[in-house]
């Protein structure tokens, strides 16, 4: 995913998009920190599931921010914080659609055998094991604790 990031910022500077090329320096930045905590903590550079959670998390943070913009007038910004949340998803696999969230919460529920919300933990595991970076885990929780109750 990092050469994809690299090839993506190199096309940047030659097309000079420069909206393009500020969100990908955005995106290097962060997986760059984030290799500097792990190596002062004694770990390995970050990993590609690390960084999807990386861009997972940068998109949550462009999603508040363009909603804050909007309900204070500012929509030119809140349209600059959609622009880069399109960049970052063009690097995260394909979302899983409502319907196919609540039947992969249902497999997951299935699989792990789970009858109560006390079982929410395994299920959510289950789905993180197979749906990394494909679906929001804060909804399919939600879904899960629906269908347990």
């Known amino acids: ?12 500077v030659k097309n000079q998009d420069k909206h393009r090329i500020s969100t990908l320096r955005l995106i290097n930045a962060a997986i ?5 905590a792990n190596r002062a903590a004694g770990r390995d550079p970050v990993g590609e599931d690390e960084v999807q959670q990386i861009l997972i998390k940068m998109i949550k943070q462009r999603i508040e921010s363009a909603h ?4 204070s007038g ?7 914080e959609r622009e880069e ?3 970052i998803r063009e690097f995260l696999p394909a979302q899983l659609d409502t319907g196919e969230v609540e039947r992969a919460c249902r497999q997951a529920v299935e699989d792990t055998e789970s009858k109560s919300l006390r079982d929410v933990g395994r299920c ?17 929780s939600t879904v899960v604790k629906g269908l347990l109750r």
């Open 32 to 36: 760059k920190d984030r290799d500097v």
């Open 74 to 80: 500012r929509l030119e910004l809140a349209e600059q």
């Open 85 to 87: 949340i399109g960049v």
């Open 68 to 71: 804050e913009y909007e309900e």
């Open 124 to 140: 959510m595991n289950k789905l993180k094991e197979r749906y990394s970076g494909q679906m929001d885990f804060g909804k399919a």
């Open 1 to 12: 995913m990092r050469e994809q990031i690299a090839d993506a910022l190199n096309a940047a």
